[in-house]
């Protein structure tokens, strides 16, 4: 039994809107599962309803087998939740915070630990400070460091970068891999493409509320495999001529620069517009070529499920 | 039963309380005080003593219970409310707690705290009226 979470057929609407339409997810032990879509798409509610702060319309979702309603106690204490928003009871000091969400776990106060896991995120110097007297990003830390004081086996991500620098995002990204080493499976929101071509195993996009595919990141990256040359060209051309014609082929920018994307390592259309472009005596002052980034098969994805 | 859940929330909850001992409890305490100074001390002076109670005395009890009713009611209402309010109540949602366990963990705070209260309005009472 390879799935430790295993969402079936689950809807959320609220009153009209549906938020949620007929979703079913199968999240492996020990991956990390990022989870893309734009906003509003039902990300953040997916996740409230696997953790228990919503209750679904329809559907259900088992957690290391046990129903997450039935058996609410055996299915929440495997997880810990980072929730996007940053709410926090502003007066209570950094530790005793920390402290708090242990024992709502029903687990003994240990010291080493939440000691340790402050350390990890670089919060240890400000312990006894009250949280009111963080910066957002520290906030945002502690949030993370409350999540991990249970020892949770799931972690929930949504959104961790969000207003967090350069610096402290590449450190979020270790302290990440490194939960994966110790065998924790982790399910993230970003909205930052980067974040999950580096971290994820698989991924997984939303939109309007409804699934519209899973993948393993390196499936995804493979089959939407397609570069990108865009030819600039000294001289504006009105359009394109019959030779060029070719759906892979286009004019972008008023006709300053041709585009040309080929999929699978096929290049006969270059080597043709190259061709063309030498005899008619059109001069290009550059070619470049791009791979596309998991930003653009995500744009390219939701448009098409758009239409 | 997650016992330990309902015993942290109670500890919360008592930490709050004395971290703002002055707004929960030194308050109460003086605007008692300024009641017994003018009901019982100013007018009662006025009413003549009834069985041998006097107006001072027969006071007491109401201003406790009215004190010890309004105090659990605000703290447990608050305890609860303004989680929700900042939404830090995730927490106590997404952790292995039922609802009647986190209940007992913020009306057991609020009981005890607003027992705390209704006896030192006892004891203050002591220096205004001798029953
Ligand atoms: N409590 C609620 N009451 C009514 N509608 C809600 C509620 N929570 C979410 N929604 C709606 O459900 C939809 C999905 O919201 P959700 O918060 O899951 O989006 P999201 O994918 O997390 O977006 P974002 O990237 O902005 O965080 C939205 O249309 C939102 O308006
Ligand atoms: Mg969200």
């Known amino acids: 039994m390879n799935n430790l979470i295993s969402v079936s057929n689950l809807s959320k609407s609220f009153g009209s809107e549906n938020a949620l339409s007929n979703v079913s997810l199968d999240i492996k032990r020990g991956e990390i599962f990022a989870l893309l879509g734009p906003n509003g798409a039902g990300k953040t509610t997916l996740i409230s309803c696997i953790c228990g702060l919503t209750t679904q319309t329809a559907g259900n979702i088992r957690i290391n087998n046990y129903d997450t309603i039935s058996n609410f106690r055996e299915t929440r204490k495997l997880i810990g939740l980072v929730p996007q928003e940053l709410p926090f009871d502003s007066f209570e000091s950094v530790y005793n915070t920390c402290q708090f969400s242990r024992g709502l776990f029903g687990m003994t106060p240990n010291d080493v630990y939440i000691k340790e896991v402050l350390k990890s995120l670089s919060l240890l110097e400000k312990k006894d400070l009250q949280i009111f007297g963080l910066s957002g990003g520290m906030k945002r830390r502690l949030l993370i460091a409350k999540a991990l004081s249970h020892e949770p086996k799931i972690l929930f991500l949504d959104e961790p970068t969000a207003g967090v620098d350069v610096a402290l995002r590449k450190d979020l990204w270790e302290l990440i891999s490194n939960l994966k080493k110790k065998g924790v499976t982790i399910i993230l929101t970003t909205h930052y493409i980067e974040e999950a071509e580096q971290l994820a195993d698989r991924v997984g996009i939303i939109n309007s509320g409804k699934l519209v595919l899973v993948k393993d990141k390196a499936d995804l990256m493979q089959e939407f495999n397609k570069k990108s040359t865009i030819i600039t060209l000294r001289k504006k051309m009105q359009r394109l001529s019959k030779e060029l014609k070719d759906s892979n082929i286009s004019l972008i920018e008023s006709g300053n620069k041709i585009k040309y994307i080929s999929a699978n390592g096929e290049s006969n259309n270059l080597q043709s517009i190259l061709n063309y472009l030498s005899k008619e005596k059109i001069d290009y002052s550059e070619i470049n070529t791009v791979n596309n980034s998991l930003e653009d098969i995500f744009l390219e994805l939701i448009e098409k499920n758009e239409h | ?131």
Request: charged residues 10%.
């Open chain 2, 1 to 131: 039963m997650n016992i330990r859940a309902t015993l942290t929330i109670y500890k919360f909850e008592m930490s709050r309380f004395r971290r703002t001992i002055f707004q929960s409890l030194v308050a109460p305490i003086i605007t008692t005080s300024l009641y017994f100074v003018v009901f019982g001390a100013a007018i009662g002076s006025k009413i003549e003593s009834i069985n041998g109670v006097s107006y001072g005395s027969f006071i007491v009890p109401g201003l406790i219970m009215l004190y010890l009713m309004t105090e659990s009611i605000n703290n447990a209402a608050f305890g609860i409310y303004f989680p929700k309010f900042t939404g830090s109540i995730f927490e106590v949602l997404s952790a292995p707690v039922s609802a009647l366990e986190a209940t007992i963990g913020y009306v057991g705070a609020a009981a005890t705290k607003s027992t705390i209260i209704g006896l030192m309005i006892f004891f203050t009472s002591n220096f205004f009226c001798h029953a």
